[in-house]
């Protein structure tokens, strides 16, 4: 029996070209997004322990009250500028973007705005 013919829709087959070139880059964690329709998500992780460094979303405790005024891209920049001073906390300044099959277009490319403000460089 032949096995089943999967599709993949075009955020998938970007999300897997783009990680290929980004997972496991020795020296600089990953800032992973998460795009819902509503809110925003990102990470900061090493590959290489399998951790999460710092972590922030529009959902989270501190942020909610930040953002829940703000349009869309507005609250994704804010997120960008909050996770890039906690990682800055934690000693981590160079990166690598993970825009996890995105475009860099919009929230996203607001949330990388917002990294480059705190002072991460990717």
């Known amino acids: 029996m032949a096995g089943k013919v999967v599709k993949l829709s075009s955020r998938d087959k970007r999300r897997i070209r783009v990680s ?46 930040k953002t829940a005024k703000l349009n869309k891209t507005d609250a994704a920049k804010v997120i960008g500028e909050h996770l890039g001073k906690q990682a800055k906390e934690k000693g981590v300044s160079k990166v690598v973007f993970d825009r996890a099959g995105y475009l860099y277009h919009g929230r996203v490319k607001a949330l990388a705005d917002g990294l480059r403000e705190a002072g991460l460089k990717f």
């Open 20 to 65: 290929k070139k980004v997972r496991l880059v020795p020296g600089r964690p990953r800032i992973n997004v998460f795009r819902s329709n509503k809110h925003i998500f990102a990470q900061v992780i090493d590959d290489m322990k399998g951790t999460t460094i710092a972590s922030a979303s529009t959902v989270s405790k501190d942020m909610k009250s």
